[in-house]
């Protein structure tokens, strides 16, 4: 793999990481306490589950990266789906800011050379794009599901994420003068 195109991509996905706790940070100021624990059925997950396991995932993923394998043996994965008494607001904000530093701090130091190194999940290997996609596309998915909570307990208050809705065409005016004439 080219060192260009390696650090593009090391760089696209940390920017796509900061973009998601960006997304999620975001989507969580908009949510109360009541909001944050309530959940929509016995079957649904909280915002507060939500966070409480991604903090979960990115302390175990993140921490010593290269070195242990991403499935750390004080995890336990079963109970981030339970809050606890000890789970208030704050105790997991903590735990979610605490998990995603792991992830940037073990992130914004790759090199081109650390893609071709192999880490383990779960005793599988993986090479490292392998893991940060897989990281990626976990991430995303989680954090869309606390961007759907947080709008819709919201309704008529929520403040939009991105484009808002009929702005689309200035949107892409506004795109097109920053970046040129699209071509093709």
Do not use: C
């Amino acid at each position: 793999m080219p060192d260009s195109f390696a650090a593009e991509y090391l760089e696209d996905a940390a920017d796509h990481f900061h973009w998601l706790k960006s997304l999620a940070d975001r989507a969580l100021a908009q949510v109360d306490d009541r909001q944050f624990f309530h959940t929509l059925d016995p079957e649904s997950n909280s915002i507060a589950i939500l966070a409480k396991h991604l903090a979960g995932n990115l302390r175990s993923r993140w921490t010593d990266f290269l070195t242990a394998d991403g499935e750390k043996p004080d995890r336990n994965r079963d109970s981030e789906f339970i809050i606890e008494e000890d789970d208030t607001r704050e105790a997991l904000t903590q735990k979610w800011e605490a998990g995603w530093l792991a992830l940037f701090t073990a992130v914004d130091p790759l090199t081109p050379e650390d893609l071709s190194r192999t880490i383990h999940i779960r005793q599988e290997p993986h090479s490292i794009p392998k893991a940060i996609n897989r990281q990626l596309a976990h991430y995303g998915y989680h954090v869309g599901q606390i961007v759907l909570l947080a709008k819709h307990m919201n309704s008529a208050d929520w403040k939009t994420l991105s484009i808002p809705r009929g702005q689309s065409q200035t949107f892409n005016t506004d795109m097109k003068d920053k970046f040129g004439k699209a071509t093709g």
